[in-house]
């Protein structure tokens, strides 16, 4: 999928993950891995506190460095021609990925905000900070596309290379490199592969699940909202408090907002659960327990990968929807499992809160069809 580069803002939350970031160096052959992981631990972790996209700055590194195999990354951890002009290569170097980051951060964000208080303490690896204030550039660069133009580079495909790095990194599985799981003859192995497509959007509502957990359930919900876009929106207002592993549109698209690692924030409430389903009454008992952390106490997203499809409650849920969902279950089911292919696994989000979701995802969404679809059990509660 191509990305166009007026459409791509310095600024805003994360559009990939770190660890996407790392498949995508370790796909490519990266050289000085080491100092590649700490340069993208550092783009993430001062990026998105300043507010930058890291996966953009990401994919600039990408496109200066060949993805790490320049001779200025290799002899010196140089990420983005740092002091590298048409006049000459100034031999500017970092001792490490992290100053590297760090460095190519502050340089960016003379051009992005002008003078950026978050950056201050940085300002001395950067021996060009004054350079774009003093022609005039700071605060002038909103998108990706304003960098070329002579700004950081002249090359007038710049910006379009550094979109073809970002598109590839977003599709990149988020957990990285495929899993495997053993097949049932021979001892061969099947690789765990997300459906061809996903596209990774990202959000900051979600929380780590508690050491060692893995997911033990799916729950399926319905957006009651027909727009992706306006679902989008709510996922990423970090306001809204909301988010779901996966949004299926009508057509079959898939979009990606939290790692399936970690806990999305869609059904932290429990009202009136199914009691004629074990796992849940025992999840229900785990998140009660008094001996939990108070932040994992009564939160069954802990336990949960939550996939929404775009639609109303009682409505049609179009061919081409239902079967993603079901490729989404399969993958779901052969990467994780510990969540049993059966309808005591396989919840509505109705099966947690009777009291004010029961509408969710609503009788027309033919959660049989999907269990049959994956080879499992609507019938055994268990
Ligand atoms: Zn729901």
Same mark, same amino acid.
């Given at each position: 999928m191509k990305i166009d580069p007026t459409t791509v803002p310095l600024l805003g939350p994360p559009t990939a993950t770190a660890a996407q970031a790392l498949a995508y160096a370790r796909a490519r052959g990266a050289q000085r891995p080491q100092e590649v992981a700490a340069f993208i631990a550092e783009l993430w972790r001062l990026g998105t506190a300043a507010g930058y996209d890291p996966a953009v700055v990401f994919a600039q590194f990408c496109d200066e460095t060949g993805v790490g195999g320049s001779a200025a990354w290799v002899s010196r951890l140089n990420p983005g021609g740092l002091g590298v002009t048409d006049a000459g290569d100034q031999g500017i170097g970092f001792r490490t990925g992290t100053d590297a980051a760090r460095a190519m951060l502050t340089h960016l964000s003379t051009y992005v905000r002008g003078y950026d208080p978050a950056f201050w303490r940085y300002?001395?690896?950067?021996? +060009?900070?004054l350079e774009p204030l003093k022609r005039g550039w700071g605060a002038s660069v909103r998108a990706l596309a304003d960098l070329g133009g002579g700004k950081w580079a002249t090359n007038p495909r710049y910006a379009a290379q550094i979109a073809d790095h970002l598109a590839a990194i977003r599709v990149i599985a988020p957990e990285g490199a495929a899993a495997s799981a053993p097949t049932g003859s021979g001892g061969a192995t099947r690789p765990a592969e997300p459906p061809p497509g996903l596209i990774w959007f990202g959000t900051g509502n979600f929380h780590p699940r508690p050491e060692g957990q893995r997911p033990e359930a799916i729950v399926f919900h319905v957006t009651d909202d027909l727009s992706f876009s306006n679902v989008r929106t709510h996922f990423q207002n970090?306001?809204? +408090?909301a988010s779901a592993h996966f949004v299926v549109d009508r057509d079959g698209a898939i979009g990606q907002f939290v790692a399936t690692i970690h806990a999305a924030w869609t059904n932290g409430d429990i009202a009136n659960p199914r009691p004629d389903l074990p796992w849940l009454v025992g999840a229900v008992a785990r998140c009660h327990d008094p001996a939990l952390r108070p932040t994992a106490r009564g939160n069954l997203n802990d336990f949960c990968v939550t996939i929404e499809s775009v639609g109303k409650p009682g409505q049609p849920f179009p061919a081409a929807q239902v079967e993603r969902v079901a490729a989404l279950t399969r993958y779901l089911l052969a990467r994780y499992p510990t969540i049993l292919p059966r309808r005591g696994r396989l919840l509505r989000h109705s099966d947690i809160n009777a009291v004010s979701r029961g509408y969710c995802p609503g009788p027309s969404f033919p959660l049989r069809d999907i269990i049959l679809a994956v080879g499992g059990d609507p019938n055994d509660l268990s």
């Open positions: 300002i001395d690896l950067d021996a +060009r900070y970090p306001g809204s +408090r």
